[in-house]
């Protein structure tokens, strides 16, 4: 949503340098170009009604009802805030999902961004291979949410897995991981942790913007490498990592297909994977309670504007942007 | 991290100072490699797997069958009722359609945000740049009940809820990323076109959609690994064994947990991922600077 305030200067900027010359006409042809533009924009508008919008509301008012697909339109039974309530008082497996959820987020988004981060400081100062690579470690990205993946990734860490067969070259006796209810979920972290590709990409294109004169004067100033990372890099890259937090954190809250497979659509074991989309859809589409399954999806997306605007609000404090170039 | 911090333009130093520079990039180049390794060993194993007989599955520690098994591939091709082959053409035609439909609808409309001006584009830019952080799932239960309600869900063709939405440009990634594309293209251009008396939409057909072609195809090659990859909505919406997708089709190897059934599954991961990995083969560069276009320059 902030990345709105970071666009409209530029918006602003071509409303100003792209009004043509004095030309006759020129009042007709923007009343055509103002036509034209609702002309192009008409596919969008109509999916923002039809497919976001409508299904939004829709949505905020099945979460008041105990709706199930079965019960015709005018039966439907408006029950105030019972959905809430028993979310947010008697309904011990929801608190679970949160619980897993933000724990999930809490320890792999950071890792997976310090990984990120650390490999892209190895990699710009390569100078050689540095494409290739860049590309290998990228491809996990590419393939790491796939259910062909996941499938391999819960195989890994089953019994007899590489996982265990890797511990066995230290006389390490495993076990199987993802049926463990204490590791499932660790196992899935490390999956996430995997697809450190995507966010090391973002960070390499950033290092390669810091100007390098701002180490030349480090230098100068006595400034050693701990310094130099702290004083120059670390600021210099905030913008790069504040884009990559928020994006990671709003991934990490979402994650469905790997839990999914690991559990067989339950959750287990133990409700140890009970991400908060999987447990959306276990009400929504095999208990069929969209009415509450609805309330959840209004308190997460909730949820998810609130972490932004925290995001968002802190960032002042910690993001350094430099003046006057917003490329 | 201590190690890793940016080059510095080498300082005119003597020969001592460049061999221990020396040792520092060897020892850099062997935790990259390492690195490397950790990366790729599971996908390594995945493939050595998929080759292994079901003797070696539980007996073969090291990552490479002793000897090539291609049988794993014929089996689970027939592994169920349906041929997976029908599930790979689903899934090709649901992507394939994903893409034309993303191209086009996303092309439109970052045209009207990118260079027509009109009444309200900042506010409706706004709500576009919105919903890019509006999670799916949160639409999913509405969306489903609507989609329903037309007959839509199980109808006669069953992908209509998983195309219409992409037709109707709801996929603002791309509408975004095509936006800042376009804001790269000269303005001259488009004034030259427009003195030789071109309307809006002659400046779209003539000049902006030939000159978009980097970002067409950027946007074409992320919605197919995208498509091809993505679960949720397919999982919520296909419920004909024959209508299914790969990734809906692969989750059924769950359910036969026997050991047999592990490389034929394995086999078919290999199978269902090698589209994904040609893509990555051929336009490596690409989907990295589309990442890039697409995250940064905001």
Not at chain 1, 198 to 212: E, N
Not at chain 2, 47 to 63: Q, W
């Amino acid at each position: 949503m902030a990345l709105t305030t970071a666009e409209s200067p530029a918006v602003r900027a071509t409303e100003t340098a792209g009004i043509p010359t004095k030309r006759r006409g020129s009042r007709r042809s923007s009343r055509r170009e103002g036509i034209a533009g609702y002309v192009f924009l008409s596919p969008w508008l109509l999916g923002l009604m039809g497919i976001t919008a409508i299904p939004m509301l829709l949505s905020l008012y099945l979460s008041f009802t105990s709706y199930d697909v079965l019960t015709p339109w005018n039966e439907v039974e408006w029950i105030g805030l019972e959905n809430y309530r028993r979310m947010f008082t008697s309904d011990l497996s929801y608190w679970h999902s949160v619980q897993v959820t933000v724990m999930f987020a809490l320890i792999a988004v950071p890792l997976k961004l310090a990984a990120a981060l650390g490999v892209a400081l190895l990699l710009n100062r390569e100078r050689r291979g540095v494409g290739l690579f860049r590309g290998f470690f990228y491809l996990p990205s590419l393939i790491g949410g796939s259910v062909a993946l996941a499938i391999v990734w819960v195989a890994m860490f089953n019994r007899d897995g590489a996982f265990n067969g890797f511990l066995h070259l230290f006389g390490i006796e495993g076990k199987p991981w993802v049926n463990d209810p204490d590791w499932a979920l660790e196992t899935l972290m490390v999956l996430a942790i995997w697809q450190f590709g995507a966010p090391m990409v973002i960070f390499l294109a950033g290092l390669k913007q810091v100007p390098i004169e701002l180490y030349e004067a480090a230098a100068v100033d006595g400034a050693g490498r701990w310094r130099q990372f702290w004083s120059v890099t670390l600021p210099m890259l905030s913008p790069v990592i504040f884009f990559n937090l928020v994006l990671e954190t709003i991934n990490g809250f979402q994650g469905f297909t790997a839990a999914f497979v690991l559990s067989n659509g339950t959750g287990g074991p133990i409700d140890s994977t009970l991400m908060y989309t999987l447990n959306l859809y276990i009400k929504g589409f095999t208990e069929y309670e969209m009415g509450y399954a609805s309330a959840m999806a209004w308190v997460f997306l909730i949820a998810i504007a609130l972490i932004t605007a925290v995001f968002f609000s802190t960032g002042r404090f910690w993001v350094h942007y430099s003046d006057g170039d917003d490329r | 991290m201590a190690h890793s911090t940016v080059v510095l333009r080498p300082s005119p130093a003597g020969r001592p100072a460049r061999l221990a520079r020396h040792g520092r990039g060897l020892g850099r180049v062997l935790v990259l490699l390492a690195i490397l390794a950790i990366v790729l060993y599971p996908l390594v194993w995945m493939v050595g797997t998929a080759f292994k007989s079901p003797t070696e599955i539980v007996s073969n520690v090291s990552v490479l069958p002793k000897e090539f098994t291609p049988s794993n591939f014929t089996e689970g091709w027939r592994h169920f009722d349906v041929n997976f082959g029908r599930f790979f053409l689903n899934s090709v035609m649901v992507a394939g359609l994903t893409v034309v439909a993303n191209a086009t609808s996303c092309l439109v409309t970052a045209y009207a945000f990118a260079r027509l001006r009109f009444r309200l584009r900042g506010f409706w830019f706004a709500i576009m740049i919105g919903t890019l952080l509006l999670p799916q799932h949160v639409l999913i239960v509405p969306q489903f009940i609507l989609f329903k309600q037309f007959d839509w869900v199980g109808g006669p063709w069953p992908y209509l809820p998983l195309i219409v939405p992409q037709v109707l440009a709801t996929e603002a990634f791309f509408v975004f990323l095509m936006v800042q594309f376009m804001r790269g293209i000269p303005r001259e251009l488009d004034e030259a076109a427009k003195i030789d008396g071109a309307s809006p939409y002659g400046v779209f057909w003539h000049v902006i959609v030939p000159l978009s072609r980097p970002a067409l195809v950027t946007t074409a090659i992320f919605s197919f690994i995208w498509t091809w990859n993505e679960f949720f909505r397919q999982l919520v919406y296909l419920s004909d064994l024959e209508d299914y997708t790969i990734p809906v089709a692969m989750t059924l190897f769950i359910d036969s947990t026997g050991q047999s059934a592990i490389g034929p599954m394995f086999a078919m991961s290999v199978l269902s991922l090698l589209p994904v990995f040609l893509f990555f083969l051929a336009f490596q560069r690409l989907l990295v600077e589309g990442i890039n276009t697409a995250g940064l320059k905001g």
